[in-house]
């Protein structure tokens, strides 16, 4: 019989310490996110439970988890319409850990080809 566990949270996966991100805001967004900030402020902070805050001065929205916030998934497909390499790289990108062992992994598989030669 397997065990279950928990889901973790968020500050259990990351050792306690909360989690940052940053989001570049273009020029020509700016003035309409203002406009419509605490439309997406109120949900993102009472539902999600997550920090949010717009910096003015570096024209940034910067996220920070709480202690408990709840990890949440979502398909990539539900953001943008991806197909083939690009959804691979997006995957990617959201998950650099799998990133960097898929190329320690192709590079560990090609010097061993040449190795063999």
Same mark, same amino acid.
């Given at each position: 019989m397997k065990p279950k566990f928990q889901p973790l949270? %968020?500050?259990?996966? %990351?050792g306690g310490w909360p989690e940052f991100r940053k989001i570049s805001v273009p020029a020509h967004r700016y003035s309409p996110l203002k406009k419509i900030w605490m439309e997406i402020y109120t949900p993102v902070y009472e539902q999600m439970k997550i920090d949010i805050r717009m910096n003015l001065q570096a024209r940034k929205v910067e996220f920070k988890s709480q202690s408990d916030t709840q990890k949440f998934s979502f398909e990539i497909k539900d953001v943008k319409i991806l197909q083939g390499e690009h959804l691979s790289r997006a995957i990617g990108r959201l998950d650099k850990d799998v990133m960097k062992q898929k190329a320690e992994r192709l590079i560990r598989s090609r010097l061993k080809k040449e190795i063999q030669l």
């Open positions: 949270t %968020t500050y259990e996966m %990351t």
